[in-house]
Structure formats: structure tokens, C-alpha cells
């Protein structure tokens, strides 16, 4: 089992520019989430999906889009690339949202 | 104020020491609780889950007291290898997960 995984590891964007970030989970799990996490704010869910074909907004999903068209695959979109969205993306699993094992992380610097 | 405060410390503590650090909530709605344990520059792992009975899994102990709201993380015989940012998570809803910011802590030789 790989678990989840995140591509790719560092990405360096313009401002303007867009991007999909990619998670894939191999543990057959039906909700997925992706967070952000910025220095002395801890981690703020973006986006969720309970299964395939349904997402929701979490708590800070301005700027963001997603899909599920499988089990295994949440890929997050950024939109138009700003400032603001420089920050460490970290996509979860879980069974039922409880209990959510992490990938290891996107790390995104907008210029 | 937020929904879910922890002290961000650091806690300096030497080995073998106990540490306990709490973490408060705000909304009564929130009904599950947990510790994860993230390591610089890492993901967060899911450490423990949170009872109102207590949970205890080794050297580590979670309680959650729903009357004063808060939730709390006991470490025995503290190792070096504990030495990591400690997040408390609380679950209203499949859309309401509020993340601390995490308590840094530091065991020292």
C-alpha cells in the first residue's frame, strides 16, 4: 500500500498562472479532503468529497476547484495563481472523515 | 477567537519528564476529538482518538472533559523521538473539522 500520495512535491507559480495539484489514496476510501496549512494557522480544509462524483466547500475554498471522478483520485485546481495561496497543501483520507491519513504534502510558492 | 486554541509553545522539557498540554474548543457542537503528531516539514499522523472515558495507548494518555471544553494530551517518560508539534483536531460535520495550530514540543537530553 502506498497510501496517499501527492504530486508533485514543490511546485513555483505566477501569479495569474493555474495548476492541479494530484492525490491518489490506495486504501479504497470514500472521503477525501485537502487542507492548507500556513505558519500559526494550522491546517483549514479546502475542499471534501464524501465519494466519487460528490465534492463540497470546506472552510476556505475561494480560488479552488475540484472533481472525483473515482475513488482513488481528488485532484485540487487552483484557478488563477495568487500570493495568498503560497502555503503547504496537504491532501487526507479516511473512511468516514474521522481518522484521516495524510500524503505527504505539496509544497506551493506563488510569485 | 477560535474554535480550537492551543498553546503553541515550546514545551522544553528533558527526557524522561511527563508533559501534558491541553487544547480548547468553542463550539459544544463539535462531537469527535483527536491528536495527531506532525514532524518539521512533515504530514500530520494521527496519534490518538479522544474519549470522554479516556483513551490511553502506552506512554500517552487523552481525555476529554465536554463540561469545561477542552481536551487534553499526556505524555509519560518522554522519549527524544516525541519531540514534534501536537494537533488537536475537533469534528462537527463532515464540512467542520477545525485543526488547532499545534503545541511544539522539545525533549532534551
Known amino acids: 500500500n502506498a497510501g496517499v500520495t501527492q504530486t508533485p512535491k514543490f511546485q513555483v507559480l505566477k501569479t495569474g498562472q493555474s495548476m492541479t495539484l494530484q492525490c491518489a489514496q490506495d486504501?479504497?476510501?470514500?472521503?477525501m479532503s485537502w487542507y492548507r496549512q500556513d505558519p500559526g494557522m494550522g491546517l483549514r480544509l479546502i475542499h471534501y468529497?464524501?465519494?466519487?462524483?460528490?465534492?463540497d466547500q470546506g472552510e476556505v475554498p475561494n480560488g479552488y476547484n475540484v472533481s472525483r471522478s473515482t475513488t482513488e483520485d481528488f485532484p485540487l485546481r487552483l484557478l488563477s495563481a495568487a500570493p495568498s495561496q503560497t502555503s503547504v497543501y496537504f491532501c487526507?483520507?479516511?473512511?468516514?472523515?474521522?481518522?484521516?491519513?495524510f500524503g505527504p504534502g505539496t509544497r506551493l510558492t506563488v510569485t | 477567537r477560535k474554535e480550537v486554541e492551543q498553546d503553541p509553545g515550546p514545551f522544553n522539557v528533558p527526557e524522561g519528564a511527563t508533559v501534558a498540554f491541553n487544547c480548547t474548543y468553542s463550539?459544544?457542537?463539535?462531537?469527535?476529538f483527536f491528536w495527531y503528531r506532525q514532524d518539521c516539514r512533515k504530514e500530520p499522523k494521527l496519534l490518538m482518538s479522544?474519549?470522554?472515558s479516556g483513551n490511553e495507548d502506552g506512554r500517552f494518555t487523552a481525555q476529554l472533559n465536554r463540561a469545561s471544553q477542552y481536551i487534553s494530551l499526556l505524555i509519560r517518560d518522554s522519549k527524544l523521538s516525541d519531540s514534534a508539534t501536537y494537533l488537536c483536531?475537533?469534528?462537527?460535520?463532515?464540512?467542520?473539522?477545525?485543526f488547532g495550530s499545534g503545541t511544539r514540543l522539545s525533549i532534551r537530553p
Open positions: 487526507a483520507s479516511s473512511l468516514q472523515g474521522y481518522e484521516q491519513y
Open positions: 486504501m479504497n476510501h470514500e472521503y
Open positions: 468529497s464524501v465519494g466519487a462524483g460528490i465534492t
Open positions: 463550539n459544544s457542537a463539535s462531537q469527535s
Open positions: 479522544v474519549y470522554s
Open positions: 483536531v475537533g469534528y462537527s460535520s463532515a464540512s467542520k473539522i477545525i
